[in-house]
């Protein structure tokens, strides 16, 4: 059963960098697949912030590309995500999932809520 | 345009059928997902290709596709079908793009 975590600072100052990692059990990273970052402000739907494969090649949101940064580590089996310069705007439940196959995100983290707050 | 655009809300009687859409010029070229998302939890892929459910997804729930627009039906909803759905697909070069979702009510 293919299973992820993520975890990270639950509170972040505006302008400084919301750092996450995203901790992968039951399958290798290395084997293949993409693996994404999704986040959802309060209330809000779902923006895709982009996607990372085990070869360390990326696809950002076009909108956040500026400011987003996803690396992987194999060797931990896990991958991360780095967004700079962040604003209230940027307050949401954070998501790490697996971009299967045909596109879609068949697993997921629980979500993890980061608050950009002074 | 990557944009996917989703109903905000709809409704269904218990024991009905009911369908969510979801537009977007992208559809006309890759196949949308569909997931289900409860209050405080994260989202649940329900239907993704052409018309494929996940291991555990009740056979309730289908997913059919014609243009530009992609359709979830849920025939016999039932009370814990109660949630937001949202498609998900991509474009042609590979980002993906999410619906606004629509919150379905089941009466």
């Known amino acids: 059963q293919v299973q992820l975590q993520e975890s990270g600072p639950g509170l972040v100052k505006p302008s400084e960098t919301l750092s996450l990692t995203c901790a992968v059990s039951?399958?290798?990273?290395?084997?293949?697949?993409?693996w994404g970052w999704i986040r959802q402000p309060p209330g809000k739907g779902l923006e895709w912030i982009g996607s990372?494969?085990?070869?360390?090649?990326?696809y950002y949101n076009p909108s956040l590309k500026s400011r987003v940064t996803i690396s992987v580590d194999t060797s931990k089996n896990q991958f991360s995500l780095k967004l700079s310069s962040v604003t209230a705007a940027d307050t949401a439940v954070y998501y790490c999932?697996?971009?299967?196959?045909?596109?879609?995100?068949?697993?997921w983290g629980q979500g993890t809520l980061v608050t950009v707050s002074s | 345009s990557s944009e996917l655009t989703q109903d905000p809300a709809v409704s269904v009687a218990l024991g009905q059928t009911v369908r969510i859409t979801c537009q977007g010029d992208?559809?006309?070229?890759?196949?949308a997902s569909w997931y289900q998302q409860k209050p405080g939890q994260a989202p649940v892929l329900v239907i993704y290709?052409?018309?494929n459910r996940p291991s555990g997804i009740p056979d309730r729930f289908s997913g059919s596709s014609s243009g530009n627009t992609a359709s979830l039906t849920i025939t016999g909803a039932q009370a814990e079908d109660e949630a937001d759905y949202y498609c998900n697909s991509r474009d042609s070069s590979g980002n993906a793009v999410f619906g606004g979702g629509t919150q379905l009510t089941v009466l």
């Open positions: 999932a697996r971009r299967g196959g045909n596109g879609d995100f068949d697993y």
């Open positions: 039951g399958y290798s990273i290395s084997s293949g697949y993409y």
């Open positions: 290709g052409k018309n």
């Open positions: 992208s559809l006309r070229s890759y196949y």
């Open positions: 990372i494969y085990h070869s360390g090649s990326t």
